[in-house]
């Protein structure tokens, strides 16, 4: 998986599972069912799920997203249109480990780069570098900031995920 | 330097050390049900690793949407039917037999001090109060559960919470865990295991620990944990009385897992509950908590009974309490689902259930209901519901809904004034 593209910015904390997908659709046994309901019960001003989130491939958001239920379905929501990252002032831990199980990336950043990054206002596009561990912006003044990954964490991401980590070792 | 009951387990069960932060360890129950659980065995099924490690350590239930509303639901159910069957999974519980699984699984024995488990679900927490390590995960966790019976975690810290004073009348564990839950905020314990401990646990019977840990995860919390003892022995006798001579055997037995003196703690917190009013919520998050007092007079639509957080016997006999000889109000539908069949059984043979019904609940089988809105109990847009459960997210119960979260005695006295009521008042 590549890991940039342009970021949609989510200015708000605790968003929940149910906001990413809503329960009513844990009925579908299809990832791709998922597609047009990603964040559709989002309570923040001004977001309009349809086109703010078409082309989008990082969302950056604050603290704690992915609370609530431990449905992977948020990020195969994520996934199927595209989006393989999050970067956030802090995650929900089995949401996190959601997205490192499906080969994704949850990046944790310290508020100050959280804000710097918000203050680059939209049409912004990030590049994540894991072997470099640097979340880089690609607008006029270029920011970079630098992360850690847990290195399980890295490596399940190399892997493609859990499964065949774990289907190879265990 | 001393462990705390999570370390104990955590180095019982050590399988691998993939990192120095993580931990892969052996699962010694996977319980599934039918929302989170097919998708991962379509999936299986797909790379052609349609097994399961051990029949035995897994427990399925159908639970959520129960019995099923439509074809897609329907399809769920066949789908995780068919699998316990191919795989000879003979803890399978389905119509009839079943009901919320961290209700469920509890009693029929399946959790024991020391234990670690998993499922698809994030109120796996609820099983610490066995004193084991409980919880929730995604998928991709339970298909290598299933597969392997293994899961990794990073290893987490652990909050000392510790409940000193005396409930007051009106006042239960609900109530105390709504008020931790506002104190830590919902990311509060993100990572951490919340140990609850102190006088007020110790006097809980099981039924109200498995409410307190149940709610660890509105905190963020990876799993709620109490110390296994007396009465947790006596909760499991008719399942470990093969196993040791008599009930103080296993509470010794069971001590070898407790939290040592001198273990660490990442933050120590005690809340004394002596002078704690009946709690409830009144926003879209866990952690917005007021007094009862300071919500009176909200009018309420709907008022729901039921769940892994208040849906057991207990819940339902302090509910009878304030409903006998009472009827709902006008304004007011208010509906109860037992959360298991021993539960449903227990309140017809106690009489509970004919005085919920004579004061105009209906009962439903058992399910989780209303609690997920995703089968019966769904409210219109611009409805409020007064319920026993623990997540009052927008939309949860209904698109445009609002969840007033409760103790199970406040539910019952809200559904009979038709608002929101300080439930002391009708005791
Ligand atoms: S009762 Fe509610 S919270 Fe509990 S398992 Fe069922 S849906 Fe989840």
Redesign the interface.
């Known amino acids: 998986m590549r890991f940039n593209g342009p970021v949609l910015f989510l200015d708000r904390s605790?968003i929940?599972t149910?906001?990413i997908i809503?329960?009513?659709y844990?009925?579908?046994?299809s990832k791709e069912a998922l597609r047009p309901h990603l964040l559709e019960?989002l309570?923040l001003e001004e977001f309009d799920p349809r086109a703010d989130i078409a082309g989008k491939r990082v969302i950056v958001t604050r603290?704690?997203f992915g609370?609530?239920?431990?449905?992977?379905h948020a990020?195969w929501a994520l996934e199927v249109n595209g989006i393989t990252v999050v970067v956030a002032r802090?995650?929900?831990?089995?949401f996190r480990?959601?997205m490192f199980?499906?080969g994704m990336l949850a990046i944790e950043l310290p508020k100050k780069d959280i804000d710097s990054l918000f203050a680059l206002g939209d049409k912004v596009t990030i590049a994540v570098d894991i072997d470099q561990e640097t979340v880089i912006t690609k607008v006029a003044t270029e920011v970079c900031c630098k992360f850690t990954l847990?290195?399980?964490d890295k490596?399940l991401v190399q892997a493609g995920?859990?499964?065949a980590y774990?289907?190879k070792?265990? | 330097m001393g462990k705390t009951i999570t370390e104990k387990i955590f180095a019982a069960h050590r399988r691998d050390v993939p990192s120095d932060n993580n931990v892969v360890l052996d699962i010694d129950v996977v319980m599934c049900h039918e929302i989170t659980t097919p998708i991962a065995i379509n999936d299986l099924m797909e790379r052609g690793m349609d097994r399961v490690f051990d029949p035995q350590k897994i427990k399925v239930v159908i639970d959520h949407v129960t019995p099923s509303k439509d074809s897609k639901t329907a399809t769920q159910a066949k789908i995780l039917r068919d699998w316990a069957r191919r795989n000879r999974i003979k803890d399978f519980f389905d119509i009839g037999a079943n009901g919320v699984c961290h209700a469920l699984f509890p009693e029929k024995g399946f959790i024991r001090p020391g234990y670690t488990v998993i499922m698809g679900d994030s109120h796996t927490c609820t099983h610490g109060a066995f004193g084991a390590f409980a919880a929730g995960i995604g998928t991709t966790d339970l298909e290598v559960g299933i597969l392997k019976g293994v899961c990794s975690f990073r290893l987490p810290e652990t909050m000392k919470i510790v409940i000193t004073g005396k409930l007051g009348k009106g006042v239960y564990a609900k109530d105390v865990i709504l008020r931790i839950i506002k104190e830590l905020t919902v990311n509060g314990a993100t990572d951490k295991v919340m140990e609850f401990c102190g006088p007020v646990v110790d006097a809980m019977s099981m039924e109200a620990r498995m409410t307190l840990c149940n709610m660890a995860i509105e905190a963020g919390a990876t799993c709620g944990v109490c110390m296994p003892d007396r009465v947790t022995a006596e909760y499991l006798w008719p399942f470990i009385k093969e196993q040791y001579a008599d009930v103080d055997a296993a509470v010794n037995d069971f001590k070898k897992w407790h939290s040592d003196a001198d273990a660490r703690y990442v933050a120590e917190k005690i809340f004394d509950v002596s002078n704690l009013n009946p709690q409830v919520t009144y926003g879209f998050k866990p952690d917005e908590v007021k007094d009862i007092a300071d919500m009176a007079g909200t009018r309420v639509d709907q008022v729901y009974m039921g769940s892994c957080t208040n849906g057991r016997i207990e819940d339902l006999r302090a509910a009878a309490t304030v409903l006998k000889g009472r009827r709902i109000a006008d304004n007011v539908r208010a509906i109860l689902s037992p959360a298991t069949p021993q539960v449903f059984t227990q309140a017809l043979e106690e009489g509970l259930i004919k005085i919920f019904m004579d004061a105009g609940f209906c009962v439903t089988n058992p399910t989780c209901g209303a609690c997920l809105g995703m089968s019966n109990g769904v409210l219109a847009a611009g409805e409020v519901c007064a319920s026993t459960t623990n997540r009052n997210f927008n939309g949860r119960m209904g698109k445009g809904g609002m969840v007033h979260l409760m103790s199970p005695v406040s539910a019952a006295a809200t559904a009979v004034r038709g608002a929101i009521v300080d439930p002391r008042e009708m005791m």
């Open positions: 605790d929940n149910d906001e809503p329960a009513r844990l009925t579908e046994i019960d309570s603290s704690n609370c609530g239920s431990s449905r992977e990020p802090s995650f929900a831990r089995i480990q959601n199980n499906c847990n290195s399980f490596a995920g859990w499964l774990a289907d070792k265990y």
